[in-house]
C-alpha cells in the first residue's frame, strides 16, 4: 500500500489554518512534515495529530529544541526536510540538490519562500517540494498552499498542491 505525506510550511503562528488542515485532510495522510516558521513548539504541533510528525526549525522558529532538520524513510524514499533559509532558496535550489545528494535523499521538502513549487531532477532522481505557506502565500493568486505527495506502490511519487 502507498503512503501519503502531508506538506506545510509557514504558518507564522496562524493555528486556525493549521487545524482546518489537519482537520479537513485527517483521513488523507500517513505522516505530517512541517517545513518550518510554525512559531509553535515541537509538541504543540505534534499534538494535533495522531500521525507521525517531521519538522523543520524555520528562521521564525526561536523556541524550536531541534536541529532545524529531519530526514527520515518512508516508502523506500528518502525524505529530507528543511527550512531553506541555510540554503539560499531565494536564489534557487542548487544547494538543496547538493545537499540531498550528500545524504542520500530522493525526496526534499522546504518552506521560507513562501511559494509553492515542485520540480523533479532527473540527472540526480530527486524530487524538490515547496508546499508554499498556509497564512502568509506570496504567489499570483495570493492562496495559502499546501501539498500532499503520494509514494505509490509502483514506486511513483505523485503530488497534489491544494489551497485554502
Not at 4 to 22: F, M
Not at 139 to 157: A, D, N, W, Y
Request: proline share 4%; with cysteine.
Amino acid at each position: 500500500m502507498g503512503k501519503k505525506i502531508l506538506v506545510l510550511s509557514d504558518n507564522h503562528g496562524n493555528l486556525t489554518n493549521l487545524k482546518y488542515i489537519l482537520e479537513a485532510f485527517q483521513g488523507e495522510y500517513d505522516v505530517l512534515v512541517h517545513c518550518g516558521d510554525s512559531e509553535f513548539e515541537r509538541e504543540m504541533v505534534a499534538a494535533l495529530t495522531d500521525r507521525p510528525v517531521y519538522l523543520a526549525e524555520g528562521n521564525c522558529d526561536y523556541d524550536f529544541s531541534g536541529d532545524g532538520e529531519e530526514i527520515f524513510e518512508l516508502a523506500e524514499h528518502i525524505c529530507f526536510v528543511t527550512h531553506g533559509h541555510r540554503y539560499g532558496v531565494n536564489w534557487g535550489e542548487e544547494e538543496l540538490l547538493e545537499r540531498a545528494q550528500e545524504m542520500g535523499a530522493d525526496i526534499v521538502f522546504y518552506g521560507h519562500t513562501h511559494c509553492p513549487a515542485c520540480q523533479y531532477y532527473e540527472e540526480e532522481n530527486i524530487w524538490i517540494f515547496n508546499p508554499g505557506s498556509i497564512a502568509l502565500p506570496r504567489q499570483i493568486p495570493r492562496e495559502p498552499t499546501f501539498l500532499i505527495v503520494e509514494l505509490s506502490e509502483e514506486g511513483k511519487v505523485i503530488p497534489k498542491f491544494y489551497s485554502i
